[in-house]
């Protein structure tokens, strides 16, 4: 597909219970961080890098929290995986192929059937299995998830606000999105 945006996509989440983290102190003394909310829901993220010789780079992203509550959904569903890449249909204002990885929502028949649908705009191409290293959204996940492990957080809406400030911030700044391809060791010649 000539002309067309090269979009990566991967998604993420972040508990309550932070990663175990490297912190400084005192010789002898293991530094501990007490967490309350322990398990009280997570924050799950779904991001694209996009690509096109000749353009700024961009990142759309959509972020939704699980509070643990019935009938709400843990994570994203196939109809927010549609959302999301009409959505960067729009935003980009061209064609587009996207590149991801085999999660189990990404093959389900209502979305090959968009993606049979939508053929004109959209390709689709799968990664292999376990190929992290090939997908710059990895990167992304890296840079907001960087010193979260230090973060103590009070409840889950301000791990959120710390995950969309994070983004919000990746999104301004072009050249982080284009290093998190050349991480990769991929290449976009026009």
């Not at 959505?87 to 064609?95: D, N």
Request: a positive charge.
């Amino acid at each position: 597909m000539n002309n067309a945006w090269v979009v990566f996509e991967d998604e993420a989440g972040q508990s309550m219970t932070p990663p175990r983290a490297r912190t400084w102190g005192r010789l002898g003394v293991t530094p501990v961080v007490r967490v309350r909310g322990r398990g009280s829901g997570r924050v799950s993220m779904a991001g694209m890098t996009c690509y096109k010789p000749g353009e700024r780079s961009r990142l759309i992203y959509a972020v939704r929290e699980y509070r643990g509550r019935k009938d709400e959904p843990k994570g994203f569903g196939w109809k927010d995986y549609r959302g999301l890449i009409v959505r960067a249909h729009i935003q980009l204002g061209g064609p587009i192929v996207l590149v991801w990885d085999n999660l189990r929502m990404h093959l389900v028949a209502p979305l090959r059937e968009f993606f049979a649908a939508n053929t004109a705009w959209l390709t689709v191409f799968q990664l292999p299995a376990y190929a992290p290293d090939l997908n710059p959204q990895e990167c992304v996940w890296s840079l907001v998830k960087r010193d979260i492990g230090n973060l103590a957080a009070v409840d889950l809406s301000q791990i959120t606000r710390v995950v969309k400030r994070r983004l919000k911030r990746i999104q301004c700044r072009p050249e982080l999105v284009d290093g998190c391809l050349t991480a990769t060791g991929l290449m976009l010649e026009g």
